[in-house]
């Protein structure tokens, strides 16, 4: 979904994913249910998040061809979706947690910071008011910061279904420490580094 053109439409699922409208609990079209390979219990404990819902790149990329009232949500920096790359599908860049411009460096991580986006919520949520997507696919680097913004969603009464992309844009490492095993980037998901207009809107920022 590369300009929103995706949140007219249902058609029917295919490729094995199973949608069903609606669930239990859930108002009108806010009650999608993806069926889908991940096994909780397999998860690494930072990816699991407290609502349940998975979804692996993979499947996303299915479903996202055949379902045009998904978003998907990128929840990276900006920085990264510059110069990393971001999926083409991608309705949408707000990001869960920023690097932190004092770059204070985390040396049991090897890396710098991060701090938590105060707009995060507020950009999440006027979104899904502008588009009202059936479910959200929250896609991070490698699904750990995805699944907790799932749950930061769901702690917030959020009713739009969020699923994890539980192996992110990169994927998770391989045994050499390179992000080569999965991810979308590595089971030939479209993407680009060329960033569009508005991809990061301004009640984000």
């Given at each position: 979904?590369?300009?929103?053109?995706?949140?007219?439409?249902?058609?029917?699922?295919?490729?094995?994913?199973?949608?069903?409208?609606?669930?239990?609990?859930?108002?009108?079209?806010?009650?999608?249910?993806?069926?889908?390979?991940?096994?909780?219990?397999?998860?690494?404990?930072?990816?699991?998040?407290?609502?349940?819902?998975?979804?692996?790149?993979?499947?996303?990329?299915?479903?996202?061809?055949?379902?045009?009232?998904?978003?998907?949500?990128?929840?990276?920096?900006?920085?990264?979706?510059?110069l990393v790359g971001y999926p083409t599908a991608a309705d949408v860049n707000i990001p869960f947690k920023m690097i932190d411009p004092e770059y204070p460096f985390n040396a049991k991580k090897g890396r710098y910071k991060m701090k938590a986006n105060p707009n995060f919520m507020a950009g999440m949520k006027a979104f899904i008011d502008d588009h009202d997507p059936a479910a959200l696919l929250i896609i991070c680097r490698s699904g750990g910061r995805s699944a907790r913004a799932v749950d930061a969603l769901a702690e917030a009464g959020v009713e739009t279904p969020a699923y994890t992309v539980v192996d992110g844009f990169e994927g998770d490492k391989s045994d050499a420490g390179k992000r080569t095993v999965n991810g979308w980037k590595n089971v030939g998901g479209e993407w680009t580094y060329k960033v569009r207009e508005g991809f990061w809107p301004a009640a984000v920022q």
């Open positions: 979904m590369t300009s929103l053109t995706r949140l007219f439409a249902a058609p029917a699922l295919a490729l094995g994913l199973a949608v069903t409208l609606p669930v239990p609990g859930h108002a009108g079209s806010h009650g999608m249910a993806i069926e889908t390979s991940v096994v909780e219990s397999e998860l690494a404990e930072k990816k699991v998040n407290k609502p349940g819902r998975y979804i692996t790149a993979a499947e996303s990329i299915a479903l996202l061809d055949e379902r045009e009232d998904v978003a998907l949500v990128d929840v990276r920096s900006p920085a990264e979706t510059m």
